[in-house]
């Protein structure tokens, strides 16, 4: 399955599935982005990071593709499980503003046994 | 990893009163705490930057006077809401980042004014 961004904030796979939830950063001079999982009621969690000087990176079960030309930003979960389900914020953060994130809208990801 | 407290988790009050969030770094020393506001359904947006020992910088639109930022200590940073109102109402959650420039978040508040 695979989301939209701004224009389809829930993406619904299924178990096993794997799931690919897109992004569309706003800032050219961002140079550091990172996906975040969050359940309901809690705080973010860092799930990959990956710097402008890459396109590619990849974690456990996880990779964040970066495209600087079109300001995108994507994240694949491979073999979706319904751990999984939460909704993800990519978030970019500007040169030289160190720390300061500025987050997406957000994609509700529903996992269905 | 490093640890982010966040207290309370939730919190219920009166219109017109003020509530006091604390955030704390744990295992670490945080030159800077960031705070962020999130409506139901909505993204984190940021509200200021916090840095220990000076003023926190606010982002556009959000009130100083209503949102105090303390930043006392390289481990605690604390937001109050003064003369909270319902449209205060909100998930609030921090950050912070310590010397190696790594950023960990807190647990959050759910804030219910009624």
């Known amino acids: 399955g695979e989301s939209v961004g701004l224009h389809l904030p829930t993406l619904s796979v299924q178990e096993g599935d794997n799931s690919i939830i897109n992004c569309a950063y706003s800032?050219?001079?961002?140079?550091?982005f990172i996906w975040y999982k969050q359940e309901s009621g809690k705080g973010p969690q860092f799930i990959i990071d990956?710097?402008?000087?890459?396109d590619k990176r990849q974690g456990q079960r996880v990779t964040v593709l970066l495209n600087k030309t079109v300001k995108h930003l994507s994240l694949q979960i491979a073999a979706t499980q319904p751990g999984d389900s939460a909704v993800y914020f990519c978030?970019?953060?500007?040169?030289?503003?160190?720390?300061?994130?500025?987050f997406g809208q957000g994609t509700t990801l529903q996992v269905k046994p | 990893g490093a640890v982010v407290s966040q207290h309370p988790s939730w919190v219920i009050c009166k219109s017109g009163t003020s509530v006091k969030i604390e955030c704390r770094s744990l295992?670490?020393?945080?030159?800077?705490m960031f705070w962020y506001r999130q409506f139901p359904k909505q993204s984190l947006m940021l509200m200021a930057t916090?840095?220990?020992?000076?003023?926190?910088?606010?982002e556009q639109g959000v009130e100083k006077d209503k949102f105090l930022i303390n930043h006392a200590s390289l481990t605690l940073s604390t937001l109050t809401v003064t003369s909270a109102h319902p449209e205060d109402s909100s998930f609030y959650i921090c950050?912070?980042?310590?010397?190696?420039?790594?950023?960990?978040f807190g647990s959050g508040t759910q804030l219910s004014v009624l």
């Open positions: 950050s912070a980042q310590g010397t190696n420039e790594k950023l960990f």
């Open positions: 800032n050219s001079a961002s140079d550091y």
């Open positions: 990956i710097r402008s000087n890459m």
């Open positions: 978030a970019e953060m500007f040169a030289g503003n160190t720390g300061k994130l500025i």
């Open positions: 295992d670490f020393q945080a030159t800077t």
């Open positions: 916090s840095n220990e020992g000076s003023k926190a910088t606010y």
